[in-house]
Antibody
Framework: EVQLLESGGGLVQPGGSLRLSCAASGFTFSNYPMSWARQAPGKGLEWVSVISPGHDITYYADSVKGRFTISRDNSQNTLYLQMDSLRVEDTAIYYC???????????????WGRGTLVSVSS | DIQLTQSPSFLSASVGDRVTITCRAS??????LAWYQQKPGKAPKLLIY???TLQSGVPSRFSGSGSGTDFTLTISSLQPEDFTTYYCQQINNYPLTFGGGTKVEIK
């Protein structure tokens, strides 16, 4: 079955760290760019970060730049998001998403995980 | 960053109605726009990409059009399962951005 499954969310204090994981199955993970997106409670969608198939290119939203690090292990079909210096405003459901293709014209998200909730609170 | 403005934010309609949601980009994005549907407690689902290409498995009552800065999502005949929230997304530039969403409610 083609799917993405996130894990690693939880409750953390401001300034703390979390590492999210996203396990991929049912497709050739190493062929596709992967993104993280998030959704604060009751709010809209926000793109967070992207990594190229060969993990040599990464981009970040300004809101997380310098605090979050995206990475991937193609041998384990797993995507990661290391989140440091967490803030209250980082509270959200975090989704991993597969890009439709590997080119700049196919950055659409055709497969999403169920999401994992990150709560930042003292 | 490219801003996407969706309108309306809320829409009341009845089963069988034809509805149109618009998405305006703050600068030209060619046809690099997608539409997603999100049901409560679920992940978003890709409906349309490249402004007008229907994703596999999506019912044909959904259609998209537009290029440049102005785009529309049309549902030709609303079904009960369509009453939910819709988002547009641009992929022309990083950072990728989403519109604020349109919630379609039952009248």
């Amino acid at each position: 079955e083609v799917q993405l499954l996130e894990s690693g969310g939880g409750l953390v204090q401001p300034g703390g760290s979390l590492r999210l994981s996203c396990a991929a199955s049912g497709f050739t993970f190493s062929n596709y760019p992967m993104s993280w997106a998030r959704q604060a409670p009751g709010k809209g969608l926000e793109w967070v970060s992207v990594i190229s198939p060969g993990h040599d290119i990464t981009y970040y939203a300004d809101s997380v730049k310098g605090r979050f690090t995206i990475s991937r292990d193609n041998s384990q079909n797993t995507l990661y998001l290391q989140m440091d210096s967490l803030r209250v405003e980082d509270t959200a459901i975090y989704y991993c998403a597969k890009h439709l293709g590997a080119t700049a014209t196919t950055r659409y998200f055709d497969l999403w995980g169920r999401g994992t909730l990150v709560s930042v609170s003292s | 960053d490219i801003q996407l403005t969706q309108s309306p934010s809320f829409l009341s309609a009845s089963v069988g109605d034809r509805v149109t949601i618009t998405c305006r980009a703050s600068q030209g994005i060619s046809s690099y726009l997608a539409w997603y549907q999100q049901k409560p407690g679920k992940a978003p689902k890709l409906l349309i990409y490249a402004a007008s290409t229907l994703q596999s498995g999506v019912p044909s009552r959904f259609s998209g059009s537009g290029s440049g800065t102005d785009f529309t999502l049309t549902i030709s005949s609303l079904q009960p399962e369509d009453f939910t929230t819709y988002y547009c997304q641009q992929i022309n530039n990083y950072p990728l951005t989403f519109g604020g969403g349109t919630k379609v409610e039952i009248k």
